[in-house]
Nanobody
Framework: QVQLVESGGGLVQAGGSLRLSCAASGSSFSIGPMRWYRQAPGKQRDLVAGITGGGNTNYADSVKGRFTISRDNAKNTMYLQMNSLKPEDTAVYYC?????????????WGQGTQVTVSS
């Protein structure tokens, strides 16, 4: 069974930086497009950034110029470098990916990692 595990969340002051990681583990799979979502209390889960297997990226307007998504295909890992953090970036951040296995394609989620930005 393939799993996605996020790490790197925490508490940071406004203006600070954090780097999130999402590692895929398991056997006999490959990874297609990967994405970061976030969900603040009482709000819907929103797309933050996405990256294709070839490295094409897209970002929500609210994070453009501050966040950078990347991936290391050899390590089956995706990253989100978050700079100039704002209190409104506070949320649980979720990793999402299309996983290609022998049994077909599965869209999978990680368990989430909390990011809290204090003012």
């Amino acid at each position: 069974q393939v799993q996605l595990v996020e790490s790197g969340g925490g508490l940071v002051q406004a203006g600070g930086s954090l780097r999130l990681s999402c590692a895929a583990s398991g056997s006999s799979f490959s990874i297609g497009p990967m994405r970061w979502y976030r969900q603040a209390p009482g709000k819907q889960r929103d797309l933050v950034a996405g990256i294709t297997g070839g490295g094409n990226t897209n970002y929500a307007d609210s994070v453009k110029g501050r966040f950078t998504i990347s991936r290391d295909n050899a390590k089956n890992t995706m990253y989100l470098q978050m700079n100039s953090l704002k209190p409104e970036d506070t949320a649980v951040y979720y990793c999402n990916a299309d996983l290609y296995t022998y049994w077909g394609t599965k869209n999978s989620w990680g368990q989430g990692t909390q990011v809290t930005v204090s003012s």
